[in-house]
């Protein structure tokens, strides 16, 4: 069995290396004395013991002793070679009982190159292992001002976060944009269970983007998962089976609606330093109270897509004087391009004020609108300038949030739950995205952009 293996593994070495040749590339593995100096390599940081993806492993420490593979690390030499019976030998003890002792590799921007262990590296990569055992050694990346040392610095950042080596993007803000999709703040640590069920996702994503003829690369493969996430929200994907997700990959790729969320504080990026073209590209405006009414003005004067608005606690004067050219949603149901828009403006109510509501108040508001929704066969996003009750609120009557906005994501099930009222000021604990009961629920507080 171990000479047929090396055989097909042999012709798998020997399609590389014509393909490679024919391109003007090198038909062998990367050597990293090539990239870096031997006094780099030698202040390298030792990381341990570590199991890394075998995707990742491209090389070898020494150019010299690559030749035996080509750059697939697939064998080159004959199959009546010392270094063939050596092959042979490993093959049968990993198919008896696996491949246990670690190979010793450098890293370098998450690259990864064989000091020992050039053909545990062949044998498992040839049965299509995902992984490896390894003692790692960490090369400094050079600071020299390039994109890739960018992209490496944001992949490192995100690797504290994650742990996870295999997501890698084409642009640095990626990585924020996909924990802020999974409804993490920068930053915030991954626990053990959030980035199994994220690898089981990612694992079946990856099948199947591959199969329809993307992702030829790592990061083309992430910067399309990164896409999908966006466009059909983590919670709801997350789960799919690979079955579901080959089915929605496959779709007709619709519109993505890109909508501007503001509250509470005018931002200033969008209106004290607004030049011309700063709103270009936005699809949809909601403004979830607290605005003053010259600002909801200018934004409907500026972008060419609706402003849609809910009152705040401090908009009573709207009720007398709206915003021109503004769209009020208190109470109704607005659809606009296939989606479907609630609002419920107003606060729990700490004092007299026309925008203010007991909980009894709320719920009876939440009652009346559902002969709308169902009208409209559902709802799709919710804007109200108050929190559900414990997803951002606090316990002061001022800033509480309404039980009777649970019910409404317990029943509607919108993808979206859009708010204002809670400063991002009052806290760095608070969350811009975050999620309740299958709803992704957004903090407009100054502003947000996302997808839909």
């Not at 013991?49 to 491209?58: G, K, M, N, R, T």
């Not at 809910?310 to 709206?322: E, K, S």
């Not at 659809?335 to 925008?355: C, H, M, P, T, V």
């Amino acid at each position: 069995m171990s000479e047929f293996d090396y055989r097909e593994a042999q012709k798998l070495a020997v399609k590389e290396y014509k393909k490679a040749t024919a391109r003007g590339e090198s038909p062998y593995p990367i050597g990293l004395e090539t990239i870096v100096s031997s006094g780099e390599m030698a202040a390298g940081r030792n990381l341990g013991l570590e199991q890394i993806p075998l995707a990742l492993v491209v090389g070898t420490k020494h150019e010299g002793r690559n030749n035996a593979f080509a750059r697939n690390f697939m064998p080159l030499l004959s199959h009546s070679s010392e270094f063939a019976a050596k092959w042979k030998i490993l093959c049968a003890a990993h198919l008896e009982e696996g491949i246990r002792e670690p190979v010793k590799l450098y890293e370098y921007r998450n690259r990864f190159y064989v000091e020992e262990g050039n053909k545990r590296v062949s044998v498992l990569k040839y049965f299509e292992a995902d992984s490896i055992d390894a003692y790692v050694i960490r090369v400094q990346s050079a600071q020299d001002g390039t994109k890739e040392a960018e992209l490496y610095e944001a992949f490192l950042e995100f690797f504290d976060w994650s742990g996870l080596r295999t997501v890698e993007f084409s642009e640095p803000d990626f990585y924020k944009q996909l924990q802020e999709s999974l409804g993490k703040s920068p930053g915030e640590v991954w626990t053990e269970e959030e980035r199994s069920d994220f690898l089981s996702f990612y694992y079946y994503f990856h099948k199947e983007y591959v199969s329809i003829g993307k992702g030829d690369t790592l990061r083309s493969l992430c910067d399309g998962m990164l896409d999908f996430i966006k466009m059909h929200g983590y919670c709801n994907v997350r789960d799919l089976s690979q079955r579901q997700l080959r089915d929605l990959l496959r779709q007709p790729v619709r519109k993505t609606m890109k909508i501007l969320a503001v509250a509470d504080d005018e931002s200033k990026y969008y209106y004290e330093y607004y030049t011309p073209g700063k709103l270009d590209g936005i699809d949809l405006i909601l403004a979830c109270g607290d605005l003053h009414k010259v600002y909801l003005e200018f934004l409907t004067t500026m972008a060419s897509c609706p402003v849609l608005y809910v009152r705040g606690n401090h908009d009573d004067i709207l009720l007398d004087d709206p915003p021109g050219g503004c769209i009020c949603i208190e109470d109704t149901v607005f659809e606009y391009n296939g989606l479907r828009i609630a609002g419920l403006g107003g606060s729990f109510k700490y004092r007299e004020g026309k925008n203010m509501f007991t909980e009894e108040e709320m719920g009876k508001r939440v009652r009346k609108l559902g002969k709308k929704i169902r009208k409209h066969n559902g709802i799709d996003i919710l804007v109200t300038h108050a929190p559900a009750r414990g997803a951002n609120d606090f316990d002061s009557i001022s800033h509480r949030g309404f039980e009777a906005f649970n019910q409404f994501i317990e029943k509607y099930h919108p993808a979206y739950f859009v708010h204002g009222h809670i400063h991002k000021n009052y806290g760095t604990h608070i969350p811009q995205k975050s999620e309740y009961n299958g709803t992704t629920i957004i903090n407009a507080y100054e502003h947000c952009i996302f997808h839909v």
